[in-house]
Nanobody, 122 residues
Framework: QVQLVESGGGLVQAGGSLRLSCAAS????????MGWFRQAPGKERELVAA????????VYTDSVKGRFTISRDNAKNTVYLQMNSLKPEDTAVYYC???????????????WGQGTQVTVSS
């Protein structure tokens, strides 16, 4: 099992930036795809961005393309989500997760962090 701890959330005005970090410990991190998800009140958890173990395959949900950047540092067992040009609709709890297989669907991830709140004011 992998333990995941997110940090970097907070309150920011629309147009601002935040950088989320997710530190992993436990079983092998570097051979697994990682993802950032978010869940707003009353909505389902959705994939925001995912990155393969090598960093060579990256996907984003359409609403964040061009604004968010996912990256990872396997030497530090850390994955990042740089969020720029934030909008009020980005407000949610953000979770990082480790994939057991694949990388596109919630069901493919089996280890989750506790989440960090991101609030974007208008």
């Amino acid at each position: 099992q992998v333990q995941l701890v997110e940090s970097g959330g907070g309150l920011v005005q629309a147009g601002g930036s935040l950088r989320l970090s997710c530190a992993a410990s436990g079983r092998t991190f570097s051979t697994r795809a990682m993802g950032w998800f978010r869940q707003a009140p009353g909505k389902e958890r959705e994939l925001v961005a995912a990155i393969s173990w090598s960093g060579g395959n990256i996907v984003y949900t359409d609403s964040v393309k061009g604004r968010f950047t996912i990256s990872r540092d396997n030497a530090k067992n850390t994955v990042y989500l740089q969020m720029n040009s934030l909008k009020p609709e980005d407000t949610a709890v953000y979770y990082c997760a480790v994939a057991a297989r694949g990388m596109l669907y919630v069901g493919e991830y089996d280890d989750w962090g506790q989440g960090t709140q991101v609030t974007v004011s208008s």
